[in-house]
């Protein structure tokens, strides 16, 4: 069975103060690794698929890298609209579903 | 380009009632996935459609939980006899995939059920 796990659970982070998230993962063969931010109260908002170990992606301050067995969220110099839960998932081979970690939630404060 | 909507966003129900909430999909997106959230937690997966055909359901979906989607559409998913431990959010996705291509899939604003 595919498996997520996210840490910390918890990060609060002074604004500018850059810093990483963790998804480790167990998977069958993966057919992709997604990052997620979700904000309270709303669905997840997709923010990058990551396909093979070594694959980089960005947007804005946000850099997402994959592993073999982790993946990692590395938010740059945040601001407070940075705040959010971000949530990662994995597709392995043979699935369509996703199955997803606890979330990292994170606050920026001004 | 709209995105997923559900309706409604939330929904109140005393015990023992049967409550369905509807999924509109982005148009042309053949996948449509129904996942279930509760407070902490990542999404769990339900049930998946290709088109109108429900090609997967989760252990986690008892037999008081039914989910359609007729032509291949919107989807509905409905729950008899709701029980308290039934709260939680009850969240929409879909995607356009063909055979093992990647897919992404993209959610929608979620429906928050409270059972009393």
């Known amino acids: 069975e595919d498996q997520v796990t996210q840490s910390p659970e918890a990060l609060r982070l002074q604004e500018g103060e850059s810093s990483s998230l963790n998804c480790s993962y167990t998977v069958s063969g993966l057919r992709g690794l ?10 997840p ?4 698929t990551l396909y093979s170990a070594g694959e980089e992606k960005e947007k ?6 994959l592993t073999k067995k982790e993946s990692f969220l590395h938010i740059t110099a945040p601001k407070p609209e940075d705040s959010a839960t ?22 920026v404060i001004p | 380009d709209t995105g997923v909507s559900q309706d409604p966003r939330h929904k109140i129900t005393k015990r023992g009632q049967n409550v369905t909430f509807r999924c509109d999909p982005i148009s042309e997106h053949n996948r449509l996935y129904w996942y279930r959230q ?41 729950i008899q006899r709701t029980e308290q431990g039934d709260s939680a959010m009850y969240l929409c996705a879909s995607s356009r995939a063909a055979g093992t291509l990647q897919e992404t899939q993209y959610f929608g604003p979620g429906t928050r059920l409270l059972v009393l």
């Open chain 1, 60 to 65: 804005e301050r946000l850099k997402a890298t």
């Open chain 1, 45 to 48: 908002e997709f923010l990058f």
């Open chain 1, 86 to 107: 971000y949530l990662c998932a994995v597709q392995g081979n043979g699935n369509n579903r996703l199955a997803f970690g606890k979330g990292n939630q994170v606050v």
């Open chain 1, 34 to 43: 997604f990052w997620y931010r979700q904000d309270p109260g709303k669905g």
């Open chain 2, 38 to 78: 509760t407070l902490g937690q990542g999404p769990e997966f339900l049930t998946y459609f290709q088109n109108e055909a429900q090609l997967e359901k989760s252990r986690l979906l008892s037999d008081r939980f039914s989910a359609e989607r007729p032509k291949g559409s919107f989807s509905t998913l409905e």
